[in-house]
């Protein structure tokens, strides 16, 4: 009898309990004013977009504050040491670089470069090996030398096991330490070729080619290697590149990139002014699958994997002009929109205009046309059960490549955090071109009566290496400081 009077009297407890539960969430109710969200224009600089700063070890320290990425080539030697046939790479050296761009607030593209033929009086003519493996090459007759600008530059036979078992060795350790990295937005693959380009044409000796099976082993060996950071190969015609998850990186940009110049007869004539044969290597509009022979475009890459590259260095010359306005902005516009590129390197070069001059609204224009332009299209709220929905926009031509989370901020009328909490089943490098995504927030089922404000914000990842990593920032009105917006104005009663 007892003992059914004890459960009798729990079960009535947990009745009572469960109602009062329920009675609190139908009573809690909530009042939420969202606010309403207009696209302003794109903004530079911006994380992972715009163009890029190519960093200078000389002078580290002067990165122009337009710029949110720098280019960091890699000299093969300065990274990856063998010594008594033991290997391994120098990460102080390459934390210290890190650490200098990160601590701008920007990120990394890294390019690891072997062999580069504007700096023959350093490495061993041009060549940056490791002394070890240069040896053993030398030694099997592996070295090959060419002359070049009244000096000799040296070649390696790129299809040697010893060379090959090297490249793969140092991507495996490079990956190990550097895979996932918050401060590196792409590792462009180089190692193959002038200035890690894939292009050995000006050597005279077949055997520095490397064929199409071995380049793809080292495909394999990045693509293997790298899940998280997003790879960048230089042509998707070579080793079968295009068959991989990866982007591309073209470095000739504009001059051999697109068939702008079947839509504009202006600019078809300055690229024949220079180079009558300029169509003949599309390798970004169409490209020579080597297998068979077959024409196929890498339309579709773009939706998951980033595009860049640099500008050809005859856009630096008469006949063509600056790239701000006339037919050389057209174009530029033209291939950014038509690549989705995210990026480009080398205005540098060609002359930034500086904050004062004329062209240089025309020229952040621009910077900001690249990759993604994410907004806030809307805000929605479903006030019976404390459901908020903020709806995600993309006017770019590209999406952003990571999934960075958004972080929800839960204000009471004093301006006190009461609550976070961040949406991990958002997606935000889903939210292609013209698309758009949702992100969920519930309010807190412990929140007491009172007035409250709700903020959004995405997490840079970078946040960990230095406090001026440069938040995400959206096209919208409703902005606040460091890439915080306002969703709602909340009454719960």
Same mark, same amino acid.
């Given at each position: 009898?007892?003992?059914?009077?004890?459960?009798?009297?729990?079960?009535?407890?947990?009745?009572?309990?469960?109602? *009062?539960?329920?009675?609190?969430?139908?009573?809690?109710?909530? $009042?939420?004013?969202?606010?309403?969200?207009?696209?302003?224009?794109?903004?530079?600089?911006?994380?992972?977009?715009?163009?890029?700063?190519?960093?200078?070890?000389?002078?580290?320290?002067?990165?122009?504050?337009?710029?949110?990425?720098?280019?960091?080539?890699?000299?093969?030697?300065?990274? #990856?040491?063998? &010594?008594?046939?033991?290997?391994?790479?120098?990460?102080?050296?390459?934390?210290?670089?890190?650490?200098?761009?990160?601590?701008?607030?920007? /990120?990394?593209?890294?390019?690891?470069?072997?062999?580069?033929?504007?700096?023959?009086?350093?490495?061993?003519?041009?060549?940056?090996?490791?002394?070890?493996?240069?040896?053993?090459?030398?030694?099997?007759?592996?070295?090959?030398? %060419?002359?070049?600008?009244?000096?000799?530059? @040296?070649?390696?036979?790129?299809?040697?096991?010893?060379?090959?078992? *090297?490249?793969?060795?140092?991507? &495996?350790?490079?990956?190990?330490?550097? %895979?996932?990295?918050?401060?590196? !937005?792409?590792?462009?693959?180089?190692?193959?070729?002038?200035?890690?380009?894939?292009?050995?044409?000006?050597?005279?000796?077949? +055997?520095?080619?490397?064929?199409?099976?071995?380049?793809?082993?080292?495909?394999?060996?990045?693509?293997?290697?790298? /899940?998280?950071?997003?790879?960048? !190969?230089?042509?998707?015609?070579?080793?079968? $590149?295009? +068959? =991989?998850?990866?982007?591309?990186?073209?470095?000739?940009?504009?001059?051999?990139?697109?068939?702008?110049?079947?839509?504009?007869?202006?600019?078809?004539?300055?690229?024949?002014?220079?180079?009558?044969?300029?169509?003949?290597?599309?390798?970004?509009?169409?490209?020579?699958?080597?297998?068979?022979?077959?024409?196929?475009?890498?339309?579709?890459?773009? @939706?998951?994997?980033?595009?860049?590259?640099?500008?050809?260095?005859?856009? #630096?010359?008469?006949?063509?002009?600056?790239?701000?306005?006339? /037919?050389?902005?057209?174009?530029?516009?033209?291939?950014?929109?038509?690549?989705?590129?995210?990026?480009?390197?080398?205005?540098?070069?060609?002359?930034?205009?500086?904050?004062?001059?004329? &062209?240089? !609204?025309?020229?952040?224009?621009?910077?900001?046309?690249?990759? =993604?332009?994410?907004?806030?299209?809307?805000?929605?709220?479903? @006030?019976?059960?404390?459901?908020?929905?903020?709806?995600?926009?993309?006017?770019?031509?590209?999406?952003? #490549? =990571?999934?960075?989370?958004?972080?929800?901020?839960?204000?009471?009328?004093?301006?006190?955090?009461?609550?976070?909490?961040?949406?991990?089943?958002? +997606?935000?490098?889903?939210?292609?071109?013209?698309?758009?995504?949702?992100?969920?927030?519930?309010?807190?089922?412990?929140?007491?009566?009172?007035?409250?404000?709700?903020?959004?914000?995405?997490?840079?990842? !970078?946040?960990?290496?230095?406090?001026? *990593?440069?938040?995400?920032?959206?096209?919208?009105?409703?902005?606040?400081?460091?890439?915080? #917006?306002?969703?709602?104005?909340?009454?719960?009663?």
């Amino acid at each position: 009898m007892k003992k059914r009077l004890l459960r009798l009297t729990a079960l009535l407890l947990t009745i009572a309990l469960s109602a *009062a539960v329920l009675a609190s969430c139908i009573t809690m109710k909530y $009042a939420v004013t969202p606010r309403t969200f207009h696209h302003t224009s794109p903004i530079v600089p911006n994380p992972m977009k715009g163009f890029v700063s190519v960093f200078n070890e000389d002078d580290p320290d002067k990165a122009n504050p337009s710029f949110s990425l720098e280019y960091i080539g890699l000299k093969f030697s300065s990274v #990856y040491h063998i &010594e008594n046939g033991v290997s391994s790479i120098d990460c102080e050296y390459i934390d210290s670089l890190l650490h200098k761009v990160n601590s701008r607030g920007n /990120t990394v593209i890294f390019r690891v470069v072997m062999l580069d033929p504007n700096k023959l009086y350093e490495g061993t003519h041009g060549l940056f090996l490791p002394q070890e493996l240069y040896q053993t090459l030398k030694t099997d007759g592996r070295i090959y030398a %060419d002359p070049l600008n009244n000096d000799t530059i @040296e070649y390696p036979d790129f299809n040697d096991e010893h060379l090959i078992a *090297a490249m793969i060795d140092f991507v &495996e350790q490079f990956a190990a330490v550097y %895979d996932g990295h918050p401060g590196i !937005a792409a590792i462009q693959m180089g190692l193959y070729g002038s200035w890690g380009e894939w292009n050995m044409s000006n050597c005279s000796d077949t +055997r520095c080619v490397m064929t199409n099976p071995n380049l793809n082993r080292l495909i394999e060996a990045f693509t293997e290697s790298f /899940t998280q950071t997003k790879l960048m !190969a230089r042509n998707p015609s070579l080793g079968n $590149a295009n +068959r =991989y998850d990866i982007g591309f990186h073209d470095d000739n940009f504009l001059f051999n990139s697109s068939d702008f110049h079947t839509q504009n007869k202006a600019w078809k004539n300055l690229l024949e002014q220079v180079d009558p044969s300029y169509g003949t290597l599309q390798q970004f509009y169409d490209f020579m699958d080597g297998q068979n022979g077959n024409y196929m475009p890498i339309w579709d890459k773009w @939706e998951t994997q980033m595009f860049g590259g640099e500008l050809s260095g005859f856009m #630096y010359n008469p006949p063509f002009g600056p790239l701000w306005s006339g /037919t050389e902005r057209e174009a530029l516009d033209y291939c950014i929109r038509q690549f989705h590129m995210s990026w480009l390197m080398g205005c540098g070069q060609g002359g930034l205009p500086k904050k004062d001059a004329p &062209e240089y !609204a025309s020229y952040e224009a621009v910077s900001a046309s690249f990759g =993604y332009d994410i907004a806030i299209a809307k805000v929605e709220a479903k @006030e019976r059960t404390g459901k908020i929905i903020t709806t995600f926009t993309n006017y770019g031509v590209a999406p952003f #490549y =990571y999934n960075w989370v958004p972080e929800y901020q839960l204000l009471d009328s004093l301006g006190n955090v009461t609550y976070t909490c961040c949406d991990t089943d958002f +997606r935000l490098s889903e939210v292609l071109p013209q698309s758009q995504v949702d992100s969920v927030f519930f309010i807190p089922d412990e929140t007491i009566p009172g007035d409250y404000t709700l903020r959004v914000r995405f997490i840079n990842p !970078a946040e960990t290496l230095s406090e001026k *990593a440069k938040p995400l920032l959206l096209s919208n009105d409703n902005a606040l400081e460091n890439g915080v #917006y306002e969703l709602a104005a909340i009454t719960a009663q």
